[in-house]
């Protein structure tokens, strides 16, 4: 019969303490990788997201999905093309891109495709390593509130998208180049 020994106090605190600075040190060079991409708002993201899971930083909903979000469906009061494509534009402003337009930046070459799926991979890498600095984190979200507003913001981009979608089927109809 093989006896099993739990570790004693002193290696549990050397255990807890080397853990705790690799994954500083992992943090810290992650933040820097990320920090040489050009897309910074993705590395605040991914930094601030303990103090978003605290609600003490919340994500502010654009007027534009605000508005979206109280009639998706409504005809726009001046329904011309030019109306239109501005009220578009300003959707795409603030959720990025539809799916059916070309990615501005997109580098055919295997080597712009590697850096890119390198620098998704480092800012994947930081979110996790920031999401999990938080014990609990599903129930402090809970407790704050920070789960709640998270639902504000995505169903304020799902009304937006819809709009879009919406507003887009006009222009069409109307034969808008």
């Not at 020994?5 to 255990?15: G, I, Q």
């Not at 605040?44 to 502010?60: C, G, M, R």
């Not at 005809?75 to 402003?93: F, K, N, Q, R, W």
């Not at 639902?151 to 819809?162: E, F, L």
Request: aromatic letters at 4%; one cysteine or more.
């Amino acid at each position: 019969m093989k006896i099993i020994s739990l570790p004693n106090e002193k290696e549990n605190c050397f255990a807890m303490r080397y853990l705790f600075t690799r994954s500083v040190v992992a943090v810290l060079a992650l933040m820097l990788s990320a920090c040489a991409s050009n897309d910074q708002t993705l590395v605040a993201d991914a930094v601030t997201s303990p103090l978003s899971d605290l609600n003490l930083i919340q994500t502010k909903i654009p007027p534009v999905l605000l508005e979206a979000q109280k009639q998706p469906y409504a005809v726009p009061v001046e329904a011309t093309c030019t109306a239109l494509v501005a009220e578009i534009g300003e959707l795409d402003t603030v959720l990025g891109l539809d799916i059916d337009a070309p990615a501005p930046d997109s580098d055919p070459s295997l080597i712009g495709q590697g850096a890119n799926e390198a620098k998704n991979a480092a800012v994947s890498a930081l979110q996790g390593t920031a999401g999990n600095i938080l014990p609990f984190r599903g129930w402090l979200r809970r407790l704050s509130g920070a789960e709640r507003h998270s639902r504000k913001v995505a169903s304020a981009i799902v009304a937006g998208t819809v709009r879009r979608a919406f507003l887009k089927g006009l222009k069409i109809s109307k034969q808008c180049t």
